[in-house]
């Protein structure tokens, strides 16, 4: 199996100022074709420690991907020290030039003499291309046909042109004939010790697929990693495992793979053919974010109101002052008025609504930071539900989405379309 | 200046399965009490790796902090890779042993063998107690002053573990009596390059403080790093640098440090005894996300609409059909009525609003995916802007959201409170 290792670059990563997220995408990207990568690391921008670097995991490894410094600032040093790791040379790409000016030349700009540096590459250097950024990237191959790949530090920039350029490339070099495949089983509602629980002597049964339980943003995910020649023998090996967990996680389980909370619940109403709202105080906007994050939202999500202010609760979602003033405005009561205030204002179906103390400031004995409130009315009634959420105001707000959107995916599975029509 | 690698130790970070933070947070705690990290390096769970990428940053740098596979299983072998990697025998700890008693007891459960494993400690080390687990951590000491410190990987034991016990080590260790400081500046409105030509001289000619220009979040930052004897020294060597940066900056710096766009506009209105209203379509709430994720907004920030259908556009903002049939939904004329929708049906001093194509459909020859217009409409007036963003659905919409804040800031800052009054 081809190895390869990462190498983040970047002074603000070594001083933890910023959090590197792209060695974890890159290194899921070459689990994806087979690779195997036995080592990752960060660099500050320094051309010797870079060269030093590189050169060391180029003994070790097949090949090499870094990330990061290829900007056109002087501290931008990658590529000047992958040639110096492989003794290359430098020319200058013709096509990397124009495609810059023609990005400058639609924003109006003119291409400066530091942007021409960008399109500086190794000698023999194999480019890709950049779609959203100035800093083309490149694969750079030494005679024995190890390789050193760099990539911009943008993520976006970076995911767009491993998964579209690199990834392909690799497998082409590498003649790969072994591949991993992912499956993802999404839970809502159940705690990670449970799953366990359920689950353990799968566990410990099953090489492969292996099987993952994780924790992640406020629900859990069981994952299995299944290794074959292509992705139909892994999807075969994943499949009867699955279907064993969702046998004894059953209804817990609300997607799988890329599909979030949102995604679901905007796929059942819009199989039911009916629309969604929302009205939201504490989570300020979120709820409807996670809703439009979604593409294709709009045939579904009419719309949402983020009711901060207590008047703004009674001017737009019609909640009655002496309501908030009898329940307080963090209240199951308050919530259920401004889920119908939002079903009846906006038009639509169903309506999700939270209200809760997100911090820092804010709480008191009776209603303590993290008391939060969500409510969901649809064509059969009002449910309000009391929630007790832990963390920062970020975690709290983002909890309280989730949880919000969760319940709301509970109650139309549990309500099919006509079920209760008199 | 001592200086030090960082080893993060564990197979699902190689994965890409799990994103570290431990390696930032430790790098970060360095830089304050003055040690330079030369590198930071993942590695799995495998005894000859660890051993080898360990006894390597040895050679190059002061010491070697290690964080996970200190674990009671048996793929945790950080331990045994330490000890081979500095030829260490192993005692057992019989503190650790009691406390591991003591807190097995309290939750009434036995301890096991494998637990007992924890105990065991490199010949000569100096424990650091793990006052949240059961993994205590250590640092081992070579003969020539060099060490090795590991830590557990769980983020909350490793971080009052490297607080409280291994950054005092460390001070005393090295006689350590300086400290970096950071400082940034926060811009709008202008790229990296251009930054970079204003201020390209400063960038060569300083050493400490170091500058550095960093494209972040859609915006750019400008950081200095100062280094000292004490924080206030450190901030003196800054502040004369600031000021030249904002001098030949101006007017695109909207803050420093912590402050966001959001915190800034929500801060001038405060001042301004003026309040905030939002109407967003593309954004999908997350303009009114960004604005409450400040702790405290609720002074400022009335609510928003998030008017994702016409109809809701129509229904809560006030927009007259005719207009969205005659320019269409994106368009500066709908942009225009939609803010000033807002500020009417909220009842707000200031409204902010974003429509605008995401994508990834719905984009036309006229109307292309990434075209957004955000409206601003104050005591003085409407301004409507027209913006062609690039990126992905996600990226168009945290750009847009970006921007509007960013103009908002703008007008804020260009019409002083009653300046225009008549």
Same mark, same amino acid.
């Given at each position: 199996?081809?190895?390869?290792?990462?190498?983040?670059?970047?002074?603000?990563?070594?001083?933890?100022?910023?959090?590197?997220?792209?060695?974890?995408?890159?290194?899921?990207?070459?689990?994806?074709?087979?690779?195997?990568?036995?080592?990752?690391?960060?660099?500050?921008?320094?051309?010797?420690?870079?060269?030093?670097?590189?050169?060391?995991?180029?003994?070790?490894?097949?090949?090499?991907?870094?990330?990061?410094?290829?900007?056109?600032?002087?501290?931008?040093?990658?590529?000047?020290?992958?040639?110096?790791?492989?003794?290359?040379?430098? *020319?200058?790409?013709?096509?990397?030039?124009?495609?810059?000016?023609?990005?400058?030349?639609?924003?109006?700009?003119?291409?400066?003499?530091?942007?021409?540096?960008?399109?500086?590459?190794?000698?023999?250097?194999?480019?890709?291309?950049?779609?959203?950024?100035?800093?083309?990237?490149?694969?750079?191959?030494?005679?024995?046909?190890?390789?050193?790949?760099?990539?911009?530090?943008?993520?976006?920039?970076?995911?767009?042109?491993?998964?579209?350029? =690199?990834?392909?490339? =690799?497998?082409?070099?590498?003649?790969?004939?072994?591949?991993?495949?992912?499956?993802?089983?999404?839970?809502?509602?159940?705690?990670?010790?449970?799953?366990?629980?359920?689950?353990?002597? =799968?566990?410990?049964?099953?090489?492969?697929?292996?099987?993952?339980?994780?924790?992640?943003?406020?629900?859990?995910?069981?994952?299995?990693?299944?290794?074959?020649?292509?992705?139909?023998?892994?999807?075969?090996?994943?499949?009867?495992?699955?279907?064993?967990?969702?046998?004894?996680?059953?209804?817990?389980?609300?997607?799988?793979?890329?599909?979030?909370?949102?995604?679901?619940?905007?796929?059942?109403?819009?199989?039911?053919?009916?629309?969604?709202?929302?009205?939201?105080?504490c989570t300020g906007g979120l709820v409807s974010a996670e809703l439009t994050a979604v593409a294709g939202a709009s045939d579904v999500f009419v719309g949402g109101v983020v009711a901060y202010d207590n008047d703004t609760k009674t001017r737009v979602l019609g909640v009655p002052p002496k309501r908030?003033?009898?329940?307080?405005?963090?209240?199951?009561?308050?919530?259920?008025?401004?889920?119908?205030?939002? *079903?009846?204002?906006?038009?639509?179906?169903?309506?999700?609504?939270?209200?809760?103390?997100?911090?820092?400031?804010?709480?008191?004995?009776?209603?303590?930071?993290?008391?939060?409130?969500?409510?969901?009315?649809?064509?059969?009634?009002?449910?309000?539900?009391?929630?007790?959420?832990?963390?920062?105001?970020?975690?709290?707000?983002?909890?309280?989405?989730?949880?919000?959107?969760?319940?709301?995916?509970? *109650?139309?599975?549990?309500?099919?379309?006509?079920?209760?029509?008199?």
């Amino acid at each position: 199996v081809p190895s390869a290792e990462i190498v983040a670059v970047g002074t603000e990563l070594l001083l933890g100022q910023l959090v590197d997220t792209n060695t974890a995408f890159i290194a899921q990207a070459l689990a994806g074709i087979g690779m195997d990568v036995h080592g990752t690391h960060t660099v500050g921008d320094n051309r010797e420690r870079i060269a030093e670097l590189v050169g060391g995991a180029l003994e070790r490894a097949d090949g090499v991907i870094t990330s990061g410094g290829l900007g056109p600032t002087v501290d931008d040093v990658t590529k000047e020290a992958v040639c110096d790791a492989l003794g290359a040379g430098t *020319r200058v790409d013709g096509e990397a030039i124009e495609a810059m000016e023609a990005l400058f030349a639609s924003a109006g700009r003119e291409l400066r003499e530091n942007n021409r540096k960008q399109a500086i590459l190794p000698h023999g250097a194999t480019v890709l291309k950049n779609a959203h950024g100035t800093a083309p990237g490149f694969v750079a191959w030494r005679a024995d046909g190890k390789f050193v790949a760099c990539v911009p530090g943008v993520p976006f920039e970076m995911k767009a042109m491993v998964a579209g350029q =690199l990834l392909p490339l =690799l497998e082409r070099h590498f003649h790969l004939r072994e591949t991993i495949v992912t499956h993802t089983l999404h839970t809502f509602g159940i705690a990670e010790s449970e799953i366990d629980h359920r689950i353990a002597d =799968l566990f410990e049964q099953s090489d492969n697929p292996k099987i993952a339980v994780l924790a992640h943003r406020f629900t859990c995910d069981v994952k299995l990693n299944g290794k074959a020649q292509n992705r139909e023998e892994a999807q075969a090996l994943i499949a009867p495992m699955a279907d064993e967990i969702r046998a004894r996680l059953g209804a817990v389980i609300y997607g799988s793979d890329s599909e979030t909370l949102a995604f679901v619940v905007l796929q059942l109403m819009r199989e039911r053919g009916e629309r969604l709202g929302v009205a939201e105080s504490c989570t300020g906007g979120l709820v409807s974010a996670e809703l439009t994050a979604v593409a294709g939202a709009s045939d579904v999500f009419v719309g949402g109101v983020v009711a901060y202010d207590n008047d703004t609760k009674t001017r737009v979602l019609g909640v009655p002052p002496k309501r908030i003033a009898e329940f307080g405005a963090v209240s199951g009561e308050v919530a259920s008025d401004m889920a119908q205030g939002a *079903r009846t204002n906006l038009g639509s179906d169903w309506a999700v609504s939270v209200t809760g103390v997100a911090g820092p400031s804010g709480g008191t004995s009776e209603k303590p930071v993290g008391l939060v409130y969500a409510a969901i009315v649809g064509p059969y009634g009002v449910t309000a539900h009391r929630l007790q959420l832990s963390g920062e105001r970020a975690q709290v707000q983002q909890r309280a989405t989730i949880h919000a959107l969760g319940l709301l995916w509970r *109650r139309l599975r549990a309500e099919p379309k006509g079920a209760r029509e008199t």
